[in-house]
């Protein structure tokens, strides 16, 4: 993301829980179907965290399996709104939930992913971060698939939403940083991440008056792309289930 000169009148907030210095994926045997209809017994035992201020608080959770990785933002929201409709447009510049997922730890050819309330995506191998950044959109999460569900009850892009995911492993495959992983990742293995959200209450017409580009964990510089921001994802073994 290219923050450029709205940095200087966003709000940059991060909330972490006490001692969440890292994150722990926690292991599912729930099919993807179930997990991509945001169902709360299906991800109730995912660690959650919460960022950004009250009015457009973000959690984010994330369970993995044998097949792969389900994410899940839950965005607090008034009024929430998207114009762009292609795969791999700007998202950033409109409303979007993020992640980057660094496999590798390395900071160089992790993987993007925005989606923004219309369930639009955008998918980048980020080859190299802040300052000098270079983005390769022709990359793309192989198996990807999304969801954006309104709060029940509420008109679609009314009020809060939720927006899930699940990626496959062999999607990472295409990674340089993949060579040497296992994919699956095994118990214990560590990547990094971190997540983020922009909101801009000034709308289509007005996107950068008053936006919030929050992250939970705070980068150093007036950019997402930050590695040394980024922190362990730590996958763990299924509940019940030994190492």
């Not at 709060?151 to 990626?167: D, E, H, M, Y």
């Amino acid at each position: 993301m290219n923050w450029a000169g709205a940095f200087l009148s966003a709000a940059l907030i991060a909330t972490t829980m006490p001692g969440s210095g890292s994150y722990r994926v926690v292991a599912t045997n729930h099919p993807r179907a179930a997990l991509l209809a945001a169902g709360a017994e299906e991800w109730n035992p995912a660690m959650a965290v919460t960022w950004g201020p009250g009015k457009y608080q973000t959690t984010f959770r994330a369970l993995w399996s044998a097949d792969g990785l389900s994410l899940r933002f839950d965005a607090t929201d008034d009024h929430p709104w998207f114009t762009m409709t292609r795969r791999d447009d700007h998202l950033w510049e409109e409303e979007v939930v993020e992640v980057f997922l660094d496999i590798d730890r390395s900071g160089r050819n992790y993987a993007e992913l925005e989606i923004s309330p219309g369930n639009v995506v955008c998918d980048v191998r980020m080859v190299q971060p802040h300052p000098d950044k270079q983005m390769d959109f022709d990359w793309n999460i192989d198996g990807l698939e999304t969801r954006t569900l309104a709060t029940p009850g509420r008109p679609p892009l009314s009020g809060n939403w939720t927006a899930l995911a699940f990626i496959p492993w062999s999607a990472f495959r295409s990674l340089p940083s993949a060579k040497s992983l296992a994919l699956p990742p095994r118990p214990g293995d560590q990547w990094r991440f971190n997540v983020f959200r922009v909101k801009r209450p000034g709308g289509p017409l007005a996107p950068e008056r008053g936006a919030v580009e929050v992250a939970w964990s705070k980068p150093s510089q007036p950019s997402f792309h930050v590695p040394s921001a980024f922190r362990s994802f730590i996958f763990e073994a299924e509940p019940g289930r030994r190492k």
